[in-house]
């Protein structure tokens, strides 16, 4: 019965204790804009970034502030993806562009 007590108060205390953790910063480059890819919130951006594991990714994004839209610019930034409510960018063009995110909180690196 004791043990019952020791796992429920264990269970009890570690989900009291864990807390979500905001979203971590990412590294990364504006690469270029997509010129066969637009909506109507401006053209679409390809950003390279470091993930947390040390490999390297990119990612489509729409939501790039204006003074980061340089080819070049270095960014840290958080992301997410797309939700029913944010727009989703359309080409016109055969090409396979990389994974559509968010990005939000964008500063210099």
């Given amino acids: 019965m004791k043990i019952i007590y020791f796992i429920l108060t264990g269970i009890l205390l570690s989900s009291f204790s864990c807390r979500k953790n905001s979203p971590e910063f990412f590294n990364g480059t504006v690469d270029r804009n997509i010129n066969g ?21 990119s990612l489509s994004t729409l939501t790039l502030p204006t003074q980061f839209k340089l080819s070049g610019t270095k960014i840290k930034f958080q992301m997410r993806d797309l939700n029913s409510t944010d727009e989703s960018m359309f080409c016109n063009a055969m090409i396979t562009t990389p994974k ?3 990005i939000y909180n964008v500063k210099a690196q």
């Avoid at 109507?40 to 990714?57: L, R």
């Fill in 37 to 57: 890819c637009s909506a109507s919130t401006g053209f679409v951006f390809i950003i390279k970034y470091t993930t947390q594991s040390n490999t390297e990714d």
């Fill in 100 to 102: 559509q995110k968010v």
